[in-house]
């Protein structure tokens, strides 16, 4: 069976890389032949955190591509697309151009708020049920939470799953966690593009700073605060776990909008894995993953934020063993050692059915 993957980044951006790149040794191993098509590559993405945008020449020459590899669709048994094939365009278009061979959507955001909450009423009238439609003509659709998956149920979609994002075992390996110079840091990964999630925390860490020592280290974006210790790392595929397991405990600040409760909380994730307590905002999939007062805390304001932070800061023996019990349901639910055979299952019958 010969699977088309096209993805909306190279290794470079999450989703791409976690939702369906890192699965692909486990679809050879099943039988699948894969050929993944990234719309916006590396390279494009690297320019767009320097520069803001993205180069329209290369974007156009970016959608060129794209055409080309849904025109060659029919050499394979089934498509397999992250959120979207063709951002912006006509749903029917992009119908057309997927017409013949089933097509499986996957989802780790609710990139349909893109449209039916954009600012421009045309914008909405025009494409807010866009994603809905491709949804409803989809073989199947894969959907991070439960949010995203009543989504794509009251769209009309015939056979939704539940796959959340998950982590490599083999990667996250849990051993000795060095702390340079004994400093016990706070960590937060991201991007440029999530790093004001960190403005809400200004105070509430200040004020903590004023009464513990500690770091914040901040991973793949640069950020300051007024009387915080920060320290900013660039992120990479290939430091990014060495850099989580040298702290003591992972936050996920979000506010609660409806983007945010379509976020699968992969930060949350990545934390529990290197065997560090988390410290998130109650919204969307946070409260699944995050079990209160067992492998960390939910803190809903900012004096909540201080005072479960300051908890974890003062007391060892509390981050270990949340550590420990985050660790252990990652083993337990959130690896790909756990999803790859279940995830490699649906597509085998997505293409055969």
């Known amino acids: 069976m010969k699977v088309l993957l096209l993805t909306r980044y190279g290794r470079m951006g999450a989703s791409s890389r976690l939702r369906m790149l890192q699965f692909l ?19 494009m993405l690297q320019k767009k955190y320097r520069s803001g945008g ?157 009464r513990h020592q500690f770091k914040l280290r901040v991973i793949g974006a640069d950020v300051s605060m007024h009387g915080v210790d920060v320290e900013c790392l660039p992120w990479s595929e290939g430091s990014e776990v060495a850099a989580i397991a040298e702290c003591h405990v992972g936050i996920m600040p979000l506010k609660d909008s409806p983007w945010e409760r379509g976020k699968c909380g992969y930060k949350l994730i990545q934390y529990m894995a290197c065997g560090l307590p988390v410290v998130a905002s109650p919204v969307g999939v946070n409260v699944q993953i995050v079990r209160d007062g067992e492998n960390g805390f939910l803190a809903d304001g900012p004096q909540a934020w201080e005072t479960r932070l300051g908890q974890l800061l003062e007391n060892e023996s509390l981050r270990e063993s949340m550590g420990r019990a985050g660790r252990c349901r990652v083993e337990q639910e959130y690896c790909v050692q756990q999803v790859a055979p279940r995830l490699t299952r649906l597509l085998l019958q997505a293409g055969a059915r």
Do not use: C
């Not at 040794?25 to 390279?43: H, I, R, T, V, Y």
């Not at 029919?74 to 094939?85: N, P």
């Open 25 to 43: 040794p486990w679809l050879k191993e099943a039988g699948l032949e894969s050929n993944a098509q990234a719309l916006l590559d590396d390279e």
């Open 54 to 210: 993205y180069n329209r020449r290369a974007m156009m020459a970016a959608y060129g591509a794209r055409m080309r590899s849904l025109g060659r669709r029919r050499e394979s048994d089934l498509v397999w697309i992250e959120k979207e094939a063709l951002p912006w365009f006509p749903a029917s278009v992009e119908h057309a151009l997927l017409r013949g061979v089933p097509y499986v959507l996957d989802y780790d955001d609710a990139l349909f708020h893109n449209y039916d909450l954009h600012r421009s009423m045309l914008v909405r009238r025009l494409m807010g049920r866009r994603i809905d439609r491709l949804m409803a003509g989809a073989r199947l659709v894969v959907a991070g939470n439960e949010y995203l998956a009543k989504r794509a149920r009251e769209a009309g979609a015939r056979w939704v799953e539940i796959v959340p994002t998950v982590i490599d075992l083999d990667r996250y390996r849990v051993g000795d966690r060095p702390s340079p110079a004994g400093v016990t840091r706070i960590v937060w990964i991201g991007s440029p593009s999530t790093a004001a999630y960190l403005e809400a925390l200004e105070e509430p860490l200040r004020r903590l700073a004023a």
